[in-house]
């Protein structure tokens, strides 16, 4: 047995069904040795980035590791920006890269894999040789899945060939069941609860799954807390009476006046971040208690009064059990003023929008996407690439369930959307895919891959808000009155270059042409996309 077959072997055994990759002469062997034994499925991308991408897409859709390969030297450069966006977002992934023979500095491609690596934030596992390959990359695959963070996976050009002997790897790609916190600070945390006149519960992307969401809602019953998420876990309590939805910027007036008059805010699995809070201001004069998981969860504000960490279940029920061990009443904090601001935001948000005049060629913004969310299905996943417009698109496109929202801007960066979108359309072909993205960030990475989505084929559906330019910049130098023609970017004809593709598409710029989209969602038989004109002195957050 060949190198490049016992590491191919080795993703079989590690569970490993979806691989995206662009080869090289460092790793072509290996991809070519997991299609041949049929591990699993291999998706080929046109840039590494948007390879690295879609495993990160692939992993926040299903809570797995998403795998990647690319070849070394700019096969890696080109990763950069993706593998930050991973570490950022604590996402576990693994990165089979190549490299090239230690000692040939002469090598076009040569350069220091392991300090760019350790620069975006992912940690790095050398293939040290034959004898040790499995044992090493499966080190690649704890780390990842236990730490949840990108980590690279080194592997020597010379050694692709070397011979070795059949290697096994026992390594489960599954996180350990964690304990449910106790003892005193649970006891506090309780306390605290108990003294509350109106407490909130809050969850976040680390609360999501079934276990946690069940003894969540038992445990707001229980307090009679409204509920609230993080913008990552979005839909988490849909169907839930006292739902209040996102918490922060993309709240609404009943849930951020519901939010400011709580006393006391208990948060599972959530960051408690600065877009979540406001900048701090929903956590001004309350009492907050944060429960994580595990201590890779990463707080980016202040300390809040206690911290627990456990089994996020586990947590919510043994402090549903101290509350009826002590007697403790529910607050009352869910009556009926509640419950009728709650139906009347949402009988407000089911009243169709006029459309608004805008310049000629192009349509009113939050109306038209109104329009488009009624004509998809509404179990769909949601890719939104960064944007000013992207506020509107969360606001305006909700999921169904947070595994089904793939965030995209951990590192603050457009044009990360397409890639996470074939990844998530790859990992759940159940459901159409929704990608959202500007102009510039679709130039910047998207117009690339069109050939793979064409090849691929899958159930997506990709918006562009083309109003023509880089709006976040356009917005400040309007703002200051000075000329916006350096933010005017001139985009080519999207829905030509979608067609010559072999996607289907076609440009909106008035309501027929609105109406006609739509109607083109409900017929789709494959990808469609969709150029949505847009004026850009009149996009609204």
């Given at each position: 047995?060949?190198?490049?077959?016992?590491?191919a072997?080795?993703?079989?055994?590690?569970?490993?069904?979806?691989?995206?990759?662009?080869?090289?002469?460092?790793?072509?062997?290996?991809v070519?040795?997991?299609?041949?034994?049929?591990?699993?499925?291999?998706?080929?991308?046109?840039?590494?980035a948007n390879?690295?991408?879609?495993?990160?897409?692939?992993?926040?859709?299903?809570?797995?590791?998403?795998?990647?390969?690319?070849?070394?030297?700019p096969?890696?450069?080109?990763?950069?920006t993706?593998?930050?966006?991973a570490?950022?977002g604590?996402?576990?992934?693994?990165?089979?890269?190549?490299?090239t023979?230690?000692?040939?500095?002469?090598?076009?491609?040569?350069?220091?894999?392991?300090?760019?690596?350790?620069?975006?934030?992912?940690?790095?596992?050398?293939?040290?040789?034959?004898?040790?390959?499995?044992s090493?990359?499966?080190q690649?695959?704890?780390?990842?899945?236990?730490?949840?963070?990108?980590v690279?996976f080194?592997?020597?050009?010379?050694?692709?060939?070397?011979d070795?002997?059949?290697?096994k790897?026992?390594?489960?790609?599954?996180?350990?069941?964690?304990?449910?916190?106790?003892?005193?600070?649970?006891e506090?945390?309780?306390a605290?609860l108990?003294?509350?006149?109106?407490p909130?519960?809050?969850a976040?992307?680390?609360?999501?799954?079934?276990?946690?969401?069940?003894a969540?809602?038992a445990?707001?019953?229980r307090l009679?807390?409204?509920?609230?998420?993080?913008?990552?876990?979005?839909?988490?309590?849909?169907?839930?009476?006292?739902?209040?939805?996102?918490?922060?910027?993309?709240s609404?007036?009943?849930?951020?006046?519901?939010?400011?008059?709580?006393?006391?805010?208990?948060?599972?699995?959530?960051?408690l971040?600065?877009?979540?809070?406001?900048?701090g201001?929903?956590?001004?004069?309350?009492?907050?208690?944060?429960?994580?998981?595990?201590?890779?969860?990463t707080?980016?504000?202040?300390?809040?009064?206690?911290?627990?960490?456990?089994?996020?279940a586990?947590?919510?029920?043994?402090?549903?059990?101290l509350?009826?061990?002590?007697?403790i009443?529910?607050?009352?904090?869910?009556?009926?003023?509640l419950?009728?601001?709650l139906a009347?935001?949402?009988?407000?948000?089911?009243v169709?929008?006029?459309?608004?005049?805008?310049?000629?060629?192009?349509?009113?913004f939050?109306?038209?996407?109104?329009?488009?969310d009624?004509?998809?299905?509404?179990?769909?996943?949601?890719?939104?690439?960064?944007?000013r417009f992207?506020?509107?698109?969360?606001?305006?496109?909700?999921v169904?369930?947070?595994?089904?929202?793939?965030?995209?801007a951990h590192f603050?960066?457009?044009?990360?959307?397409?890639?996470?979108?074939?990844?998530?359309?790859v990992?759940v072909?159940d459901?159409p895919t929704?990608l959202?993205?500007?102009a510039?960030?679709?130039?910047?990475?998207?117009?690339?891959?069109?050939?793979?989505?064409a090849?691929?084929?899958?159930?997506?559906?990709?918006?562009?808000c083309?109003?023509g330019s880089y709006?976040?910049?356009?917005?400040?130098?309007?703002?200051r009155?000075?000329?916006?023609?350096l933010s005017?970017?001139?985009p080519?004809?999207?829905?030509?270059?979608?067609?010559a593709?072999?996607?289907?598409?076609?440009?909106?710029?008035?309501?027929?042409?609105?109406d006609?989209?739509?109607?083109?969602i409900r017929?789709?038989?494959?990808?469609l996309?969709?150029d949505l004109?847009?004026?850009?002195?009149?996009?609204?957050?």
């Amino acid at each position: 047995m060949k190198m490049h077959q016992l590491l191919a072997d080795g993703l079989r055994q590690l569970g490993v069904g979806h691989l995206f990759g662009l080869i090289g002469d460092a790793n072509l062997f290996l991809v070519q040795a997991y299609c041949t034994a049929g591990a699993g499925r291999y998706v080929a991308c046109n840039h590494e980035a948007n390879a690295v991408l879609a495993a990160i897409g692939y992993a926040q859709t299903t809570g797995r590791t998403g795998v990647a390969t690319v070849t070394h030297g700019p096969g890696l450069t080109n990763c950069a920006t993706a593998l930050t966006e991973a570490a950022r977002g604590g996402i576990a992934l693994v990165l089979l890269c190549g490299d090239t023979i230690p000692g040939d500095a002469q090598h076009l491609q040569n350069t220091n894999q392991r300090a760019l690596v350790e620069a975006t934030g992912a940690a790095f596992v050398e293939l040290r040789g034959p004898e040790t390959a499995l044992s090493d990359l499966e080190q690649a695959f704890r780390i990842a899945a236990l730490q949840r963070r990108p980590v690279v996976f080194n592997m020597r050009v010379d050694l692709q060939w070397a011979d070795v002997a059949p290697q096994k790897t026992g390594f489960a790609i599954t996180r350990p069941q964690s304990q449910p916190a106790g003892g005193e600070a649970l006891e506090e945390a309780v306390a605290m609860l108990a003294a509350a006149r109106r407490p909130l519960l809050l969850a976040g992307r680390g609360a999501i799954d079934d276990r946690a969401r069940a003894a969540l809602v038992a445990l707001s019953a229980r307090l009679e807390a409204p509920l609230a998420t993080t913008l990552k876990a979005q839909a988490l309590f849909r169907g839930e009476p006292f739902n209040l939805g996102v918490s922060g910027n993309l709240s609404h007036p009943t849930a951020i006046d519901t939010i400011m008059k709580s006393d006391c805010i208990i948060a599972f699995g959530a960051s408690l971040g600065k877009y979540t809070t406001e900048g701090g201001a929903y956590l001004k004069g309350k009492r907050v208690i944060q429960v994580l998981a595990d201590t890779h969860e990463t707080p980016w504000l202040e300390t809040p009064d206690i911290r627990l960490i456990g089994d996020i279940a586990g947590t919510a029920r043994a402090m549903a059990e101290l509350l009826d061990l002590a007697e403790i009443p529910g607050s009352a904090a869910t009556d009926s003023a509640l419950a009728e601001g709650l139906a009347a935001e949402a009988a407000a948000r089911a009243v169709p929008l006029p459309f608004a005049p805008t310049a000629p060629g192009t349509v009113d913004f939050i109306p038209a996407l109104r329009r488009l969310d009624q004509a998809l299905p509404q179990e769909r996943v949601l890719v939104a690439d960064l944007g000013r417009f992207v506020f509107s698109v969360w606001r305006n496109l909700p999921v169904t369930r947070p595994q089904d929202l793939v965030f995209t801007a951990h590192f603050g960066g457009i044009g990360c959307g397409t890639g996470q979108a074939i990844g998530a359309a790859v990992a759940v072909p159940d459901r159409p895919t929704v990608l959202v993205a500007g102009a510039g960030g679709f130039v910047l990475s998207g117009v690339g891959e069109l050939s793979v989505i064409a090849r691929e084929q899958p159930d997506m559906v990709i918006i562009l808000c083309n109003d023509g330019s880089y709006g976040a910049e356009y917005i400040q130098f309007a703002n200051r009155n000075l000329p916006t023609d350096l933010s005017m970017i001139a985009p080519p004809d999207f829905a030509a270059l979608g067609t010559a593709a072999g996607i289907a598409s076609l440009c909106v710029r008035d309501e027929a042409e609105l109406d006609a989209a739509c109607r083109a969602i409900r017929d789709r038989k494959g990808p469609l996309m969709i150029d949505l004109r847009l004026d850009p002195a009149k996009i609204e957050k």
